[in-house]
Structures are given as structure tokens and as C-alpha cells.
């Protein structure tokens, strides 16, 4: 008999009564060769994520079977679950900067791929700015990227997880982080180019330096995801043409105002140092034309729709989308435009497993970390007997 640990995984078919891709999407569904496929994993903003709005992440899926992670807000993971991405196809994460809004479920992808099927390094690319230090009350450069210290604490705050896990599975490499620092001045610079696959950046105008916008290029179509920023001429000029340009957008003032009880004051500044109001994005359209626009990264409520496609609608009459979470484009080299859908899910779904721990490997240790070297005899003596 055939060893079917070692087959390749399968989707399940689907009933051709219920399977409507004109209608939604339903994960397990094929990609064709030459499709894209793009998942808006998570589209709130800052501090206002909801159980319809995780924090921001976009998942990508080329024909080729190249995968992406642009950034990992929290709660991201549940889509990703639900959606049944498995972590081994969340190998290369992407991240437009460091506001935890944008990667605090990093961490959940990187300590629970080695115990699920991703037992390859994770690999990190993000923008760095060297940190400036105070010194007499000199602002001086430092020499250690932003990213590097990033990734180590990430690797301190979950060395429990990490060391536990290690002492009852065999998790290969899945524990090694490799760290692929941007750098943010570059206009445009190339974060990865593998098997057809061009990723660029440029800079984004959120705060202070040291944030990035992503361009994806490959089989002759493209998608940009702009991560948090101020309206700006690099993405003008770098997302001219684009077949999926997806732009965060601030909501509006006074709506901000009022669902934040903040002042006009504050609600201005955070929006003027940060963000794109509506008005704004649709200048930016105007001169990119791209075939497909969405809104990500925005608090929506149905308060809020017809101001923003007001703003847009103001400078330019393109194809115009507001993104929600579960949200599926499929982009085809000889299609007209974009598909949209949302996405059929299973409300208690199991993780997903594509690639099956193999303890002949020689990439795995030949034995885990001995657990009784982390167990003080004295405590773990009192676990009832015959407890299983």
C-alpha cells in the first residue's frame, strides 16, 4: 500500500451546484497558470479591528504557485485559517512597516508554522532606517537596522513558545528567521526577483521615515498595495497602469471625529502625517488609471460609503472598489478587468496541512530538545495519573 503521508495534497472537488465562481469564492478552489489571486485578509484600521475587519494583510497567489504575505495586522490570522491558507504557503512576508497594526500577528505565523507544515525558514522583507539615538540631547545615527531589532525581539518575546514546541516536535528550520532589510530611499528599489517574480518599492509618507509601498509584477500583470501613507508622487509614478491598485484611505474628519470622540484637531493630524483621505486617492487614480481600485485599511461603516466614493468619484470614474475582509480579485493576462468576490467560509474551520512532517529528513533534528532538561522534577510529579 502507498504511504499517503507522502501524497501531495488535494483540494476536495467541488459540487458543480454550489461551486459558483461567478457567484464567491470558495477556498480550495484551482488558480489557473496564468491568474493571479489576491485575498484581502484583513482591511482595518489602526486601533479599530472588528470581527468583519481584522487588521491589514493581503495575500497573494500567482499561477506559477509563488505565495505572499503583505503585512500581518492582528487578527489577520483567523482569514487565514478560515480561508484555509496553509503556513507553509506563508513563507515570505512583506512588510510595509512596523506599526503593530500592520505586523503584530507576525508572530503567530512564525511560531505556529513549525508545528503545523512549515519547517523552512520564514522570511522576512521590510523596510529599514538605521535607529537614530539620543546622546546629550544629539540625535545621532545608529548602525543596527530597524527591521534586525524588530526580528529579535520577536525571537526573545517567544522563546518560550519557540523552546517548548522544540522539545515535543521536530520542526526542521521552521525556527530560523531570514531577515531581507529594504531600503527605504530607494526609489524604486527591488525587494525579490525569482521565477518571474519582480517585487518593488518605494517610499511611503506615514510619519516619520522608514515605510514602504509594494508593486507585484509578474505574467505581464501587476498589483499595488500602497501600506499606510500620505499621498505621494512615487506611488504616481510607480503604479501608472497597474491591474489591482489597492490604497489605504482615511475615513472622514468629521466622521472620525465623531466615532473616535477625538478632537478636529488630533483626527486632522493623524490623517495629514499619515494617511489618504478620499479626495486625495482619487487624484492619485486620475493619474495611475488603473484597472481595478480598492480601498483597504479603512474603518468602514455603511456611514461611510458615499463619502468615499464621493472623493473618489470627484477626480476620477474608473472601476472602484471599497474592500472587506474575505474580499477575492482574480486577475487573468486576457480578462477585462479583475473579478470580485467575497469569499464562502466555514465559521470553525481546522487548520489546513500541505506539506507533511517527514522525520527521516535530514533537515530535521534527529531528536527534539530533551524536555526534562526545561522541567523542574518537583512540579511536573504532581500530573494526575492516568490522566490521558
Known amino acids: 500500500m502507498a504511504d499517503q503521508s507522502k501524497e501531495p495534497f488535494k483540494p476536495a472537488e467541488l459540487d458543480p451546484r454550489i461551486a459558483r465562481p461567478d457567484l464567491w469564492f470558495y477556498p480550495g478552489e484551482e488558480l489557473g497558470p496564468d491568474q493571479i489571486r489576491v485575498t484581502l485578509m484583513g482591511t482595518g484600521w489602526g486601533n479599530v479591528i472588528r470581527p ?63 508545528a503545523t507544515d512549515r519547517f523552512t525558514p520564514l522570511h522576512v522583507f521590510g523596510p529599514h532606517n538605521y535607529q537614530k539615538q539620543h546622546k546629550g540631547g544629539t540625535i545621532i545615527p545608529g548602525d543596527i537596522p530597524n527591521l534586525h531589532r524588530f526580528i529579535e525581539g520577536l525571537k526573545q518575546f517567544t522563546e518560550w513558545h519557540t523552546v517548548s514546541f522544540e522539545t515535543c516536535l521536530k520542526v526542521g528550520h521552521g525556527y530560523e528567521i531570514e531577515v531581507h532589510p529594504l531600503n527605504y530611499r530607494q526609489v524604486p528599489g527591488i525587494a525579490y526577483q525569482a521565477n518571474g517574480v519582480t517585487i518593488s ?82 487624484k492619485i487614480l486620475k493619474h495611475t488609471n488603473p484597472r481595478l481600485a480598492v480601498t483597504c485599511h479603512c474603518p468602514v461603516d455603511p456611514e461611510e460609503w458615499a463619502g468615499l466614493i464621493d472623493g473618489v468619484r470627484a477626480s476620477w470614474n474608473g472601476d472602484y472598489q471599497i474592500g472587506e475582509d474575505l474580499m ?61
Open 52 to 114: 468583519n475587519q481584522k487588521g491589514a494583510s493581503i495575500y497573494i497567489e500567482l499561477g506559477n504557485g509563488e505565495t505572499f504575505v503583505l503585512d500581518a495586522g492582528p487578527g489577520c490570522g483567523v482569514n487565514y485559517n478560515v480561508m484555509q491558507v496553509p503556513f507553509s504557503k506563508m513563507d515570505k512576508v512583506f512588510l510595509t512597516h512596523l506599526h503593530t497594526d500592520h505586523c503584530s500577528d507576525l508572530s503567530w505565523i512564525y511560531t505556529f508554522g513549525p
Open 328 to 388: 477575492v480579485f482574480t486577475l487573468t493576462k486576457s480578462g477585462p478587468k479583475p473579478t470580485i468576490r467575497k469569499g464562502y467560509i466555514h465559521e470553525r474551520p481546522w487548520g489546513v496541512t500541505l506539506v507533511q512532517r517527514q522525520n527521516s529528513d535530514p533537515k530535521f533534528r534527529d531528536q527534539p530538545l530533551n524536555v526534562q532538561e526545561y522541567r523542574t522534577p518537583g512540579i511536573f510529579a504532581e500530573k494526575l495519573k492516568d490522566s490521558k
Open 201 to 282: 518599492h518605494w517610499p511611503a509618507l506615514h510619519i516619520i521615515d522608514g515605510a514602504i509601498s509594494y508593486r507585484l509584477d509578474w505574467n505581464g500583470m501587476s498589483v499595488v498595495w500602497s501600506g499606510d501613507t500620505q499621498p505621494n508622487h512615487y506611488t504616481v509614478e510607480h503604479a501608472k497602469g497597474v491591474d489591482l491598485l489597492i490604497h489605504e484611505t482615511a475615513p472622514d474628519v468629521t466622521r472620525f471625529m465623531q466615532a473616535q470622540m477625538i478632537s478636529a484637531q488630533q483626527a486632522n493630524t493623524i490623517i495629514d502625517y499619515s494617511h489618504t483621505p478620499a479626495r486625495a486617492l482619487g
